[in-house]
Structure formats: C-alpha cells, structure tokens
C-alpha cells in the first residue's frame, strides 16, 4: 500500500527541473552493509519514499547503487522519479579540484550523472581547531566550487544546500549576494532540540527549507525521546506510534523529515503519517523544556 505522503513535496527555491524536494525521505546512517542496505531500500520503495539521503561518510553509496541497480525495474521506476541527497566528507573542504574530486566520488559511487542534492555535511574542516577562523575561508570556498559545479541548474548537482549550519553559518552565506542562496538546511530537529526562532526566520525569510535528522532520537540507542511521557500520551489519542508522532510533530512545523530504519514494519509505519495533530498537541510538544541533542555540536564551529 502506498502512503499518501508519496506525493507530497515541497517547492525548492532554485530553479531548474528538479526544484521540489519530497516531504519525507529515507535516512540511511549506519546502513552500511550491502544486504541490509538492499532490504531496507526495497521495503522503502514499497511503501512510497521516492528521496534517499546519504552521505560520503556513510560508507554505502556503491551499495545504494547496487541496490537501486536491481530496484528501480522492480518497482518499474527510473532514476528521475528519485530524489538522491549525498554530502561532502568534511576532509573535502576546500579548492575548487578537492571539491570537485569528492563529488565526482559520490556520482561514481552512486552510479548516477546527477545528484537531486549535494550538502556541505558540516561547517568545520576535519583536522582543523573547531575555534580557528580556517573554517570560514575552508566552508566559503567550498560554496563558491559547489556554485560552479551547480552552475545554476545545469550542472550535475541540480540543488546545493548545507546541513549543520547554525543562524551564525547561515547569515554568513547570506552576507555575499554572489552567493546561491542554500536550497536545504539539514539540521538536528525535535522536541528536545527546537532550534531558536532567530534561526527559524533567517532560514525561512530566505526561502531555505529545513529538514529535520534525529527526529525520533537518533541512531544511538537513546529512547527518552521515543517514551516521552507527552509523546505517548499523545499518541495512545490518536492510535499511532509514538515516532509517528515525532514525525508528523516536524513535518507540522514545516521541517522535511528522512527517518532511518532497517525495520521493514517501522519503515512502512514511519511514512504513514496522515494523522494530523492538533493545535493543542503541537502546543504541548512545542512547549516541552527539556533540552537534548544527540548529534553533533555545530554552535562551536567558528
Ligand atoms: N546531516 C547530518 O549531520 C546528519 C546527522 C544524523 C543523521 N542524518 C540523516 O538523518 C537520518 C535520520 O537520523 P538518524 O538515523 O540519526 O535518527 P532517527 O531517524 O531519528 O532514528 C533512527 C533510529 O530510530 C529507530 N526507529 C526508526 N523508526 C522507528 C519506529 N517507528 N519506532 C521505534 N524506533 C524507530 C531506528 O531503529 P531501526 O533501524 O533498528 O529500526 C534507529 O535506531 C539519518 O539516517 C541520516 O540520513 C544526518
């Protein structure tokens, strides 16, 4: 059965062919086995999800490409009714020809000549002080290479944006009007990390859509997010799943979502989210005060 969010997508403020991005797509983070990766992108396809994210770091994009190569005939798709997302290593920061090398690493990988989305994975150089202004000059000229390769559209990554990019990073970028405005910002999203309101505006004045990660909590284990008193309580109302919650809580407040899971049952269930919440259920989830992230720490990238 298909969920009705096969469909849903939402418009991306560049131009070009491929300007809309799928409310709901799939994470692959730690899926970094072949026959696992296979598994999971065919209960995917199944149900409906149509963006996969991944990223040079995960160490899967020749098994996504491996899996794809026998799942598109099967589900009678082609490449173009995929929305792919990969990132670039932050060892890859950099001149034009580092950059350039590591998406050329990523389409060859992937097996594919374009790429719907190609994300600068995190603000900071690897090996290089959180604290020094290296940073800067590193992420800057990384922007102006993937501009190029970009090339308004006609390039191979038809959209570029940035994941893990605080209001700091983002006003940055901003700053330069010969700057393309990110598509997407990929950011760490959910009731115990809301993200500030000055970093809502920044993002949203200019047009960059926020997709939420983590949104049930992460792939580390923790399920205080999961088994959250207000959560459940919420979910038992409306008889759905507490992630089902959490997921259609970010999609509420207007962050695209790419859950993970290598559970066939979880990844169908994770993409059912017809049920909508209520004003007052929002309100209680959007007011709860405890604060927990648990992903990386992008506020002290300089
Ligand atoms: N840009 C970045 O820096 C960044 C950072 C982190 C993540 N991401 C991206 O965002 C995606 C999602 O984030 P994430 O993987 O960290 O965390 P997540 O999607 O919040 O959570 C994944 C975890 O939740 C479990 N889970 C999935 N569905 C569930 C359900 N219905 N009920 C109970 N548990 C469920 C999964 O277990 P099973 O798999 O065992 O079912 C897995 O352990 C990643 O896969 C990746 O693509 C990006």
Not at 35 to 56: M, S, V
Not at 271 to 296: C, Q, Y
Request: proline fraction near 4%.
């Amino acid at each position: 059965m298909m969920s009705s969010f096969e469909n849903t997508y939402w418009p991306l403020n560049t131009k070009g062919f491929n300007n809309k991005i799928p409310a709901v797509g799939f994470g692959t983070y730690l899926i970094s086995d072949k026959t696992t990766i296979y598994k999971a992108l065919d209960t995917a396809l199944a149900a409906g999800y149509r963006l996969i994210d991944t990223a040079a770091v995960y160490n899967n994009e020749s098994y996504i490409k491996d899996a794809l190569n026998v799942l598109l005939p099967k589900y009678k798709l082609t490449r173009k009714d995929l929305f792919i997302t990969s990132k670039l290593d932050p060892k890859d920061h950099g001149d034009e020809k580092t950059v350039i090398n590591a998406v050329n690493r990523s389409l060859n990988n992937l097996g594919t000549d374009y790429l719907d989305l190609f994300l600068i994975h995190w603000p900071g150089t690897f090996k290089v002080s959180s604290n020094s202004p290296e940073n800067f000059k590193m992420r800057n000229s990384t922007w102006k290479a993937l501009m190029k390769i970009h090339n308004n559209g006609n390039g191979p990554l038809k959209n570029i944006g940035v994941s893990n990019y605080t209001t700091k990073h983002i006003k940055e970028i901003l700053a330069d009007p010969s700057n393309v405005v990110p598509a997407v910002n990929q950011v760490e999203f959910h009731p115990y990390y809301q993200q500030s309101s000055e970093f809502h505006k920044v993002c949203r004045d200019a047009k960059i859509i926020l997709q939420a990660y983590c949104s049930m909590g992460g792939s580390a284990g923790k399920n205080s997010l999961l088994n959250n008193d207000i959560i459940t309580s919420i979910a038992q109302k409306h008889s759905i799943s507490t992630a089902q919650v959490l997921l259609k809580w970010a999609l509420q407040r207007n962050y695209a979502i790419i859950p993970k899971s290598v559970t066939p049952e979880r990844i169908k269930l994770n993409i059912e989210l017809d049920k909508e919440l209520t004003k007052e259920d929002m309100e209680s989830i959007n007011n709860i005060k405890h604060i927990e992230k648990f992903a990386w720490q992008p506020e002290k990238v300089f």
